[in-house]
């Protein structure tokens, strides 16, 4: 037994399309949607940093890069889906975790087994690097969205998308961050050409 096998099944998540199954003008893979979480969370924690806020750089990118791992086993679950029940999203989750416990048994070399399960348990908790991954997270899924809406694609799932991935990033407790997002990134969004009334679809977010 060897590393080997985890080292090719990250050719795995670069077949792995999010949001699968419904028409997209650009498709995005689960490999690439974890290399752009690692940057919106190191620009983000950037932001913290200069708020005052100490930062564990190791532990966030590892966090970030690791964070969907898990979807080589079970493929991408439409967000409205996952969002749908609490009860569905943690059956999902303890799926995911059982089927990572399993493959670290498997395919890690004993002596590594206490660094993966570290590196690969769920990463979004109450600490500055958990919440930082959990608004990287949801801004990718934000900018995917908005992409979508913004070329015209009607499909009403985009528009359910934007307003999860929107509701959320507002209200995820990282002061700073979100004070960055909400009055320098979200105004640029909104003055943007668009198909779609990104801007009046974000100012209903806005009011709730």
Sequence with gaps: ????K?????????RIIRAPGRFKFEEHNVAAHSWKVSQYAMFFATIEERAGKKVDWKSLYEKTINHDFAEVFIGDIKTPVKHSS?????MIAR???????????????????DVFF???KEGKDATTEGRLLEMADKLDQFYESFAELKRGNSDKEFVAMYRIALKKLLAIP???SVTYFRDEILEDVMNEDSITDIREITRQVLAD
Excluded: C, Q, W
């Excluded at 037994?1 to 080997?4: Q, R, Y």
């Design 1 to 4: 037994m060897g590393i080997h």
């Design 6 to 14: 985890f080292f090719t099944s990250l050719n795995d998540l670069e």
């Design 86 to 90: 609490p009860e569905l999203k943690e």
């Design 95 to 113: 799926v995911e975790e059982g089927m990572m416990e399993k493959f670290i048994y498997r395919e890690i070399p004993e002596e590594f087994h």
């Design 118 to 120: 570290d590196r690969m």
């Design 174 to 176: 990282l002061k700073a």
